[in-house]
């Protein structure tokens, strides 16, 4: 039994060391717990920091309005929503990168089962992202929302970190010597923004470049904004009957909470229109008042200066734009 | 609790340790040890169902000691058919209620007669097949007197409900686990090691073999329409691998823990996607299931109809033909019901009962033709084509195991033998067929050992390690990827 023993430990010395390092280090951010959630380390899930940041500050704050979608509902911050508010509404922005109509539904439930009163909220959809297909992003969100066990979730992060040799390097080398080498530049020095620690409003650090000289910083990425077509396009068919019943339960939540909910279908630089008949299911779910379509053609997409570099995202101006429209306007005039 | 969940990576180590250095001078508080935690691996899932095991397991145990007792007297016929009523009754509420009653209703429909249907909501306990079966042995063995019911309440209780094998087996018969609970386990380093290793080869072919496979087999049979026969054919040659990969891997985890503590729990699997016909095929898959299949139902059905038949033939066809036909027919029926409550599992098993028929009918033929033409059953022609055969058969059966009904089963088959059959399959994921060509040659290549990672004879330990840690490496490696349950404990 004595050599038995032995020869256990000696094999998993190995097996110890990396998980040590791997719980040491903690390069998502998904072991330990954190009052402020910087990215400049590597890109962490921001499905998973909304949660952890919601857990942590609800009680103090008692949230009551929420902004859900993907990166995209990042150009919506709480701190601008707020003007347009009661005085007694709190916001949080709960998103995540990539989110799915999935991840926006559980997020509700789960804001609904912590007994949360949902005054406000405001769900940013995306033309490209919210209903696709294979869209898995919420196997990155935090366990509470994607339903896998304490332990799923930290082997998902544990294999994803194992599976890196740059990344156990890095985490290593970083964390002894606090030294940033050339080697790490995929995981370190990102520092592309910050996430509040109270609403959990994504700040990007580009805004002030931008606002300073915007030339000079679009022309760096100049090729991304490439020529568009004048005629709109129409994205195909995306609602199926499943999201379709994710959407009715969204709305059984809000009804029953008697939320004033927002649904917005963001612009994005390659002018798509959302579609016809996913228009008309989402209006006939959360009424028509309650849609405001931004896609296709319109001031906002027209002007390359609404989106960030990456022509991705629009900026923050542009959400704050869209919501004083909103609020401004019962019913969208941007068509 | 799953062999593959990190709450059984604490459990493991918690009960070895227990095990051998607490209880270890006492083999009646080592047997209640592994009961206990045997209820709570169970109960781990839902307390409710332990519970019913706990019920039907002293239940059992009551019912074998009064059908011992009775031994001279009629009681003992009404007590093993009570205990018989018991375990299938159980089994027939929780697993074939809704199966039956909708299947009635369904019949009474042709009739012109409209049912409402009056389906329940029964949870389904993982392992119930298993569990009720293993307990149907018991009582049947000590009906026969091939088992002695006189003995320890938490020997008989641990037999009935041991953890490695409660889910999804191998059905270890109580008189071969019995006598081994009974007697003082000695820890052996060799076997403790060589279970250690069966367990990382099961882990391997679950996690990054059948779980890997299991993306794509969803993916394919989901959206068959939408697929050409090509990709379908992929579908189903990966499922082939993935449900083999699955539930080997977790005969071997099972066989593993077993021989970490002192067991030696029967072999369920040798590599039975080597076997040149489907007899051979049966004789290596799912060994356990098919020997207690053919122990207590084809060989009692064969033996009773031997005695109506008085015969020489039965409509043209030889008595001995005729008895295998009856006897393989209502065997395979059970067998496929025994998988699921769906047609499509009693299809599976009668496909199977067909081509065991055909093969036993074409023996006496196929010598002749090979004397006539001097072909020897080892050319390796012949050996390669009739494996083909066999896999074939194998595999147009597992269409209907997996399908969710008959008419998506056809639809797959159809699909599969269309044009589409030769366009380049739109589903080709070169990474995972490259790891699964490894795994069939690693099993090919050990393909006479009792599992593949049996590399004890291998000189150099820095060689024989290399190995685990490249298959542990693998293993967490894949782990990131949505941890699937295991295929056989649902049935």
Same mark, same amino acid.
């Given at each position: 039994m004595k050599l038995f023993i032995k020869t256990i430990i000696i094999f998993c010395i190995p097996v110890i060391i990396l998980v040590g390092v791997y719980v040491w280090g903690d390069p998502f951010k998904v072991i330990h717990s954190y009052d402020i959630y910087l990215s400049d380390y590597i890109m962490l899930s921001r499905g998973y920091v909304s949660t952890k940041v919601f857990l942590k500050n609800n009680k103090d704050y008692h949230y009551n309005s929420f902004i859900f979608g993907s990166?995209?509902?990042?150009?919506?911050?709480c701190k601008e929503w707020q003007k347009y508010l009661a005085t007694d509404c709190s916001a949080f922005s709960y998103g995540a990168w990539n989110e799915s109509i999935e991840g926006i539904l559980r997020k509700i439930q789960f804001i609904d089962s912590m007994g949360n009163i949902i005054k406000n909220a405001i769900i940013v959809i995306d033309?490209?992202?919210?209903?696709?297909? @294979? +869209?898995?992003?919420?196997?990155?969100?935090?366990y509470l929302i994607s339903g896998k066990t304490f332990s799923q979730f930290h082997l998902k992060y544990f294999s994803e970190f194992i599976s890196n040799f740059r990344l156990m390097r890095t985490c290593v080398d970083y964390k002894l010597f606090k030294t940033r080498r050339s080697y790490m530049k995929d995981f370190i020095g990102m520092n592309i923004g910050d996430l509040?620690?109270? @609403? +959990?409003d994504w700040l990007p650090n580009n805004e002030d470049k931008i606002i300073k000289d915007s030339v000079e910083y679009y022309s760096k990425s100049i090729n991304k904004f490439y020529k568009r077509s004048k005629t709109e396009m129409e994205s195909g068919t995306q609602i199926n009957s499943d999201d379709s019943l994710k959407l009715q339960k969204i709305n059984l939540i809000f009804r029953k909470q008697k939320t004033h909910a927002i649904i917005i279908i963001g612009p994005l630089y390659d002018q798509v229109r959302f579609n016809k008949k996913d228009l008309q299911i989402l209006q006939s779910v959360f009424g028509t008042e309650n849609i405001f379509d931004f896609s296709g053609i319109n001031d906002i997409t027209e002007?390359?200066?609404?989106?960030?570099s990456d022509a991705i995202h629009y900026r923050g101006r542009t959400g704050n734009r869209i919501l004083k429209s909103i609020y401004k306007l019962p019913q969208s005039t941007m068509k | 609790m799953l062999f593959n969940s990190i709450d059984f990576a604490f459990f493991l180590p918690i009960v070895f340790i227990l095990y051998w250095?607490?209880?270890?001078?006492n083999l009646k508080a080592q047997n209640l040890l592994l009961l206990i935690a045997s209820y709570f691996f169970y109960g781990w899932w839902d307390w409710r169902c332990l519970l019913l095991l706990i019920i039907i397991s002293t239940s059992n145990y009551f019912v074998g000691k009064w059908i011992d007792r009775n031994?001279?007297?009629?009681?003992k016929k009404i007590w093993f058919t009570a205990g018989l009523v018991i375990n299938i009754g159980i089994l027939g509420i929780f697993k074939y209620y809704n199966f039956f009653v909708d299947s009635f209703v369904n019949l009474i429909s042709l009739f012109g007669y409209n049912l409402s249907k009056a389906s329940a909501n029964i949870v389904l306990p993982l392992g119930i097949s298993f569990y009720t079966f293993l307990s149907l042995s018991y009582l049947i063995d000590i009906y026969k007197k091939?088992?002695?019911?006189?003995?320890n309440i938490i020997e008989v209780l641990l037999t009935l409900?041991?953890?490695?094998?409660?889910?999804?087996?191998?059905?270890?018969r109580p008189s071969s686990l019995l006598p081994q609970i009974a007697k003082k386990r000695v820890f052996i380093y060799d076997q403790a090691v060589d279970g250690l290793r069966q367990i990382l080869w099961g882990l391997f072919t679950k996690i990054v073999i059948a779980d890997k496979l299991a993306l794509h087999v969803d993916d394919i049979f989901h959206n068959v329409s939408a697929y050409s026969g090509s990709t379908l054919l992929i579908g189903i040659i990966f499922y082939s691998l993935q449900i083999y990969a699955d539930f080997s891997g977790y005969s071997n985890i099972a066989i593993g823990i077993g021989k970490i503590f002192g067991f030696n729990l029967m072999q369920?699997?040798?590599?039975?996607?080597?076997?040149?016909d489907i007899t051979e095929f049966w004789k290596r898959w799912h060994i356990s299931l098919t020997t207690w299949f053919r122990d207590y139902i084809f060989l009692p059905i064969s033996f009773n109809v031997s005695w109506i038949v008085k015969n020489d033939r039965v409509i043209f066809i030889k008595t001995e033909m005729f008895i295998y036909i009856v006897a393989s027919i209502i065997t395979w029926f059970l067998t496929g019901l025994w998988h699921g409550a769906n047609f499509t599992f009693i299809i599976w098993g009668m496909i199977h009962g067909f081509f065991l028929i055909i093969y036993q009918w074409q023996k006496s033929p196929r010598k002749k033709l090979f004397k006539k033409f001097g072909i020897?059953?080892?050319?390796p022609i012949v050996i390669i084509i009739e494996t083909l055969i066999t896999l074939i058969i194998v595999m147009i059966a597992w269409v209907f195991f997996r399908s969710s009904s008959i008419h998506q089963a056809n639809l797959f088959i159809a699909g599969i033998f269309?044009?589409?059959?030769?366009?380049?399959?739109?589903?080709?994921?070169k990474k995972v067929i490259l790891i699964t060509i490894l795994f069939i040659l690693a099993e090919w290549l050990q393909?006479?050992?009792?599992?593949?990672?049996?590399?004890?004879?291998?000189?150099?330990r820095i060689v024989r390690w290399g190995i685990y840690y490249g298959i542990i490496v693998l293993i967490f490696l894949s782990l990131g990827d949505s941890q699937q349950s295991f295929i056989y404990s649902k049935f």
């Open positions: 990166s995209r509902s990042t150009a919506f911050t033309t490209d992202m919210t209903f696709k297909k @294979n +869209n898995n992003s919420i196997d990155n969100d935090h509040d620690p109270i @609403n +959990n002007n390359m200066y609404s989106f960030s | 250095f607490v209880t270890n001078r031994d001279l007297n009629n009681k091939n088992l002695d019911a006189d003995r409900s041991f953890f490695p094998i409660i889910l999804a087996g191998p059905i270890q369920n699997f040798a590599y039975p996607y080597f076997s040149r020897t059953n080892k050319n269309s044009s589409s059959l030769f366009s380049f399959p739109q589903v080709l994921p393909r006479n050992k009792q599992y593949a990672l049996q590399v004890e004879n291998v000189k150099y």
